[in-house]
């Protein structure tokens, strides 16, 4: 069993920046964040394996950055150049078991946090 608490989100002025944290327990792997918006199903932002691989959605390349440190069991993600698309809840996801392999579907993550609100205003 994996439990996951988020934290980090709130309200950010377009053009700015957040850091979104993930504590984990338990063996995990893969990580992943993903957020859903109003209306909108749920989809992958970002992902990263128990070997370090990392994938990204393609509307936040170049702008949020996934790491994580096994010390403290803990997942981040920063997020700069916050835009008001970017607005949703945003989920902290763990993958227990199966292959290595930062996936980006939601469907393949067997653990869930709570979530935490990210709103960006114009």
């Known amino acids: 069993q994996v439990q996951l608490v988020e934290s980090g989100g709130g309200s950010v002025q377009s053009g700015g920046f957040l850091r979104l944290s993930c504590a984990a327990s338990?063996?995990?792997?893969?990580m992943g964040w993903f957020r859903q918006a109003p209306g909108k199903e749920r989809e992958g932002v970002a992902a990263?394996?128990?070997?370090?691989?990392?994938a990204y959605a393609d509307s936040v390349k170049g702008r949020f950055t996934i790491s994580q440190d096994n010390a403290k069991n803990t997942l981040y993600l920063q997020m700069n150049s916050l835009k008001p698309e970017d607005t949703a809840m945003y989920y902290c996801?763990?993958?227990?078991?199966?292959?290595?392999?930062?996936?980006?579907?939601?469907?393949?993550?067997?653990?869930w946090g709570q979530g935490t609100q990210v709103t960006v205003t114009s």
């Open positions: 990263i394996d128990r070997g370090g691989n990392i």
């Open positions: 996801a763990a993958g227990g078991s199966g292959i290595w392999y930062p996936d980006l579907r939601p469907g393949l993550y067997n653990y």
């Open positions: 338990g063996y995990t792997v893969k």
